[in-house]
T-cell receptor, first 113, second 111 residues
Framework: EAQVTQNPRYLITVTGKKLTVTCSQN?????MSWYRQDPGLGLRQIYY???????DKGDVPEGYKVSRKEKRNFPLILESPSPNQTSLYFC????????????FGNGTRLTVT | QQQVKQSPQSLIVQKGGISIINCAYE??????FPWYQQFPGKGPALLIA?????SEKKEGRFTISFNKSAKQFSLHIMDSQPGDSATYFC??????????FGRGTSLIVHP
C-alpha cells in the first residue's frame, strides 16, 4: 500500500530536549516536505526536499532542521524545542513537486511544555 | 512569499445544499490546482485537481471552476452530505516546488 508514515503520532516533551520526528514514504517520490498546521493559519511549509541531499527552507524554517540522506526518509529535527513549536506536523511526498498530488502522513501532534 | 487567499473560513450548509469555497492566488510555477480534504485526525488527501487547459472539471458531486485571468479557482460541492463535513484546502505551487496552502475552510453539513 502506498503510504507516508510518520512517527510518533503523539509526542509530549519539555523545552530544550532535542527530538526527531521520522517520515518515510514507499512510493519512490523525489519530493518531500514538512508542514505544520495551526488553527486559523492552515498548513505552513517548514522545509522541503527535491531529492537526496537537496533541501531548502519553506515559509517557517526557524527552529527546525531536516536531512535527506535516503530517498525514502525525511526526518524533522527540533534541536531545542520551544513552546511555540507546539503544533500538528505533517510530512508529505509527491512525484513531481507542485505539479502533482501531495501524499500526506497522518500527522504528529507535538506538545512542548 | 506566495499568497493564497481562501474563503470563507467556515461554512455551514444544510444537507442537499451547495457548498462553494473560493481560492485566489498571486502566481504559480506549475499548471496544477488542487483541492485537499482533511478529516479530523487525518492528513489532508487530494480531493480533485484541475489543469488550466480547461475551465471546469467535475468528479461526481465535486466541481472545480478555474478562472486563469482572475487567478481564482473554486470548489463546488453539489448535494452536500454530512459525510462531506471536513476542512478543505486549496493549494498552489507558487515559486517553490512544493505547494503553498490556503488557510482552510471548515465545512459543516447539517443533516
Amino acid at each position: 500500500e502506498a503510504q507516508v508514515t510518520q512517527n510518533p503520532r503523539y509526542l509530549i516533551t519539555v523545552t530544550g530536549k532535542k527530538l526527531t520526528v521520522t517520515c518515510s514514504q514507499n512510493m519512490n517520490h523525489e519530493y518531500m516536505s514538512w508542514y505544520r498546521q495551526d488553527p486559523g493559519l492552515g498548513l505552513r511549509q517548514i522545509y522541503y526536499s527535491m531529492n537526496v541531499e537537496v533541501t531548502d527552507k519553506g515559509d517557517v524554517p526557524e527552529g527546525y532542521k531536516v536531512s535527506r540522506k535516503e530517498k525514502r526518509n525525511f526526518p524533522l529535527i527540533l534541536e531545542s524545542p520551544s513552546p511555540n513549536q507546539t503544533s500538528l506536523y505533517f510530512c508529505a511526498s509527491s512525484f513531481a513537486g507542485g505539479g502533482s498530488p501531495l501524499h500526506f502522513g497522518n500527522g504528529t501532534r507535538l506538545t512542548v511544555t | 512569499q506566495q499568497q493564497v487567499k481562501q474563503s470563507p473560513q467556515s461554512l455551514i450548509v444544510q444537507k442537499g445544499g451547495i457548498s462553494i469555497i473560493n481560492c485566489a492566488y498571486e502566481n504559480t510555477a506549475f499548471d496544477y490546482f488542487p483541492w485537499y480534504q482533511q478529516f479530523p485526525g487525518k492528513g489532508p488527501a487530494l480531493l480533485i485537481a484541475i489543469r488550466p487547459d480547461v475551465s471546469e472539471k467535475k468528479e461526481g458531486r465535486f466541481t472545480i471552476s478555474f478562472n486563469k485571468s482572475a487567478k481564482q479557482f473554486s470548489l463546488h460541492i453539489m448535494d452536500s452530505q454530512p459525510g462531506d463535513s471536513a476542512t478543505y484546502f486549496c493549494a498552489t505551487p507558487g515559486g517553490s516546488y512544493i505547494p503553498t496552502f490556503g488557510r482552510g475552510t471548515s465545512l459543516i453539513v447539517h443533516p
